[in-house]
């Protein structure tokens, strides 16, 4: 079986108070994590914390973030799924331009069709906010293969940090 090295804090909610779990998770055998999102959130977010970067010897790979208008990280989740295609088009290309990796992540619900609707305990009883945990779940492979079939390479995040550490 293979050692698990990498981390991601359940919706990016390692923020500048919660700094203290990097020696933690440096103790618990991980080496990366993708906990962090650096802007601005309804939820979560480390708003200047900036790019990869050490943190207390775990490295920090933080979800890149859209141009303005678009700040948000359109590779993954909520934003990918809900973003009109035109959007995510000009952002994929726009980061590629940058020469820019585009993170991504997916949970198992951003595909699941077949879900029974509830209300997620914490978007504070916001309708439209629990709108959006749903909509466009059954588009997800169609947008991966649009990005895919644009040029774009899919990797594991291991195989991604190796490449900045090596």
């Not at 820019?100 to 077949?114: I, K, Q, R, S």
């Not at 906010?129 to 492979?141: S, T």
């Amino acid at each position: 079986a293979e050692k698990v090295v990498g981390f991601r804090a359940p919706t990016f909610s390692l923020v500048e108070s919660s700094k203290w779990a990097y020696p933690i998770l440096k103790e618990a055998g991980f080496t990366y994590s993708s906990s962090v999102l650096p802007s601005a959130n309804p939820i979560f977010g480390w708003k200047n914390f900036g790019g990869e970067k050490m943190m207390d010897g775990i490295y920090e790979i933080p979800m890149n973030i859209g141009p303005s208008p678009f700040s948000v990280p359109f590779g993954g989740g909520t934003y990918f799924r809900c973003l009109p295609q035109l959007v995510l088009n000009r952002l994929f290309c726009s980061a590629a331009k940058k020469q820019e990796t585009v993170l991504g992540y997916f949970h198992p619900y951003d595909v699941n069709t077949a879900q029974e609707h509830f209300m997620h305990p914490h978007l504070n009883d916001n309708k439209l906010m629990n709108e959006l945990m749903y909509l466009n779940r059954g588009k997800v492979f169609k947008r991966l293969d649009d990005i895919v079939e644009r040029g774009f390479k899919v990797t594991r995040y291991d195989e991604y940090f190796k490449t900045r550490t090596t």
